[in-house]
C-alpha cells in the first residue's frame, strides 16, 4: 500500500511546523513506522541552485541528481516526469508508511493546521484539513483539535486516522476512499486534483479450439468479423465504464487503442490489450480493464454457437501512469 501523505500547514510562517515534526518523527519511529519528511512547494533549495554539482548533473540530463556522505547518508533531487513532485516522490519512497510535508496550503492531501494562540489564533483551515494542532483550549471549530505541545497525542491521532487498519474507511487521502467516514459507499471528489496525462494499458485472453481460431483468423465465422466487432465492443466499452462501475467517474477519454493477438500454441487463444489515454483529474486503469473484458464476451458471443467451452481468463493491468501513485508496471506478463 502506498504511503499517507499529510501536509502541515498554518496561516503563515514561524509557527513551529518544523518543531512539530521534528517531535513527531521518533513519536512515530518507536511504534514501528517508517517516516519521511519533506519540505513542501519550495521556489529553490541548495541541490539545485545554478552551479552547484547535483544542478550541473541534472542540466546534463541525470533524472535523478544528489550526493551521498561519509556516514551513510543520502540527498536526492530530480523533476517529476507525470504529475508533480509529491507525487513523484510517493511513488518512489512505496515502502513507508507515511510522508509528512511541511507546507504547501493548496495540496490536494489531507492536511493539519498548527494554530497558536500567540501568533495565528483564527484557524484558517485550507480545503483538505482534517484535524488541528493547537494550544488553545476553547477554539471554535468543528474540526479535531490535539495539543500542540504535546506529541504522543499527535501520534496517536495520525495513527488512528492515517496508519491503522481501519484508516481506508476515514480520512486517509485517496486510498480506498470509496466509503464515507460512516461506512457507506460514495464517488470519490477529485475536483482539487490537477490535470495530468494519465494512461494505463490491460490484457487478457481467452482460449478456444483450435477449428474456432481458424474461422476466427479466416473470417469465416457466420456471425461476420469476430476482431473488428470485438475492436469495436471494446472501444464502447471503455466510454462506458462510468455506468457499468457504481463508483467510476465519467471521463473525457482521449484515446484507445486495442490489439489482438491470435496464438496457436501451447494452447489456442486470442489475446487481448487495451491502452487507454486521457489528460484528466483520476485513472483510467478501470476503463482499460472493462474494455478488455467486453472484447472477450464479445468474442464468446460471436463463437458460443460452435465453441462452448471457450474460457476467459487472465485479466489483469499491465501498466499505468500517471496520477499520485505515479508509474507500475507488471513485473510478469
Known amino acids: 500500500m502506498p504511503p499517507a501523505i499529510i501536509n502541515l500547514v498554518a496561516a ?13 518523527l521518533p513519536e512515530l519511529k518507536a511504534r514501528g513506522f517508517r517516516v519521511a519528511a519533506l519540505k513542501g512547494n519550495l521556489h529553490h533549495h541548495d541541490l539545485d541552485l545554478p552551479g552547484k554539482d547535483s544542478w550541473r548533473f541534472s542540466k546534463a540530463g541525470a533524472e535523478i541528481a544528489g550526493f551521498t556522505t561519509a556516514d551513510n547518508s ?10 508533480n513532485g509529491t507525487d513523484a ?11 509528512l510535508i511541511e507546507g504547501d496550503k493548496k495540496s490536494s492531501n489531507p492536511k493539519i493546521e498548527i494554530v497558536r494562540s500567540d501568533l ?15 494550544d488553545l483550549k476553547n477554539l471554535k471549530t468543528n474540526l479535531p483539535v490535539v495539543d500542540l ?43 482539487a486534483k490537477e490535470q495530468s496525462l494519465r494512461e494505463a494499458s490491460a490484457c487478457g485472453e481467452i482460449t478456444m479450439a483450435i477449428e474456432t481460431l481458424e474461422l476466427v483468423k ?42 489482438f493477438k491470435l ?28 474494455g478488455v473484458s467486453i472484447a472477450a464476451l464479445t468474442i464468446y458471443d460471436m ?31
Open 12 to 24: 503563515q510562517s514561524d509557527t513551529g511546523k518544523t518543531t512539530v515534526i521534528e517531535k513527531l
Open 74 to 83: 543520502f540527498f536526492l533531487h530530480g523533476k517529476a516526469i507525470n504529475g
Open 89 to 99: 516522490v510517493a511513488a518512489f519512497l512505496q515502502d513507508l508508511d507515511l510522508i
Open 120 to 134: 495565528n489564533p483564527t484557524p484558517l483551515s485550507p480545503e483538505g484539513t482534517v484535524a488541528i494542532f493547537s
Open 149 to 191: 505541545h504535546n506529541p504522543t497525542k499527535q501520534a496517536d491521532f495520525i495513527i488512528e486516522h492515517f496508519l491503522s487498519k481501519e484508516r481506508d474507511l476515514t480520512m486517509c487521502g485517496e486510498k480506498l476512499t470509496h466509503f464515507d467516514i460512516s461506512g457507506r459507499p460514495r464517488m470519490v471528489d477529485v475536483s
Open 218 to 259: 479466416s473470417g469465416r465465422m457466420a456471425k461476420g468479423d469476430v476482431l473488428a466487432v470485438a475492436q469495436v465492443a471494446a472501444v464502447m466499452a471503455v466510454k462506458e465504464t462510468s455506468r457499468l462501475i457504481p463508483m467510476a467517474h465519467p471521463l473525457g477519454i482521449s484515446g484507445v487503442e486495442v490489439d
Open 263 to 290: 496464438i496457436e500454441k501451447p494452447e489456442p487463444k486470442i489475446e487481448i490489450r487495451v491502452r487507454v489515454k486521457l489528460t484528466g483529474q483520476t485513472g483510467v486503469e478501470m476503463e482499460a480493464l472493462t
Open 303 to 333: 463463437c458460443k454457437a460452435i465453441d462452448k467451452k471457450m474460457v476467459i481468463k487472465n485479466i489483469r493491468l499491465m501498466e499505468k501512469r500517471g496520477g499520485r501513485s505515479g508509474h507500475y508496471r507488471r513485473e510478469h506478463d
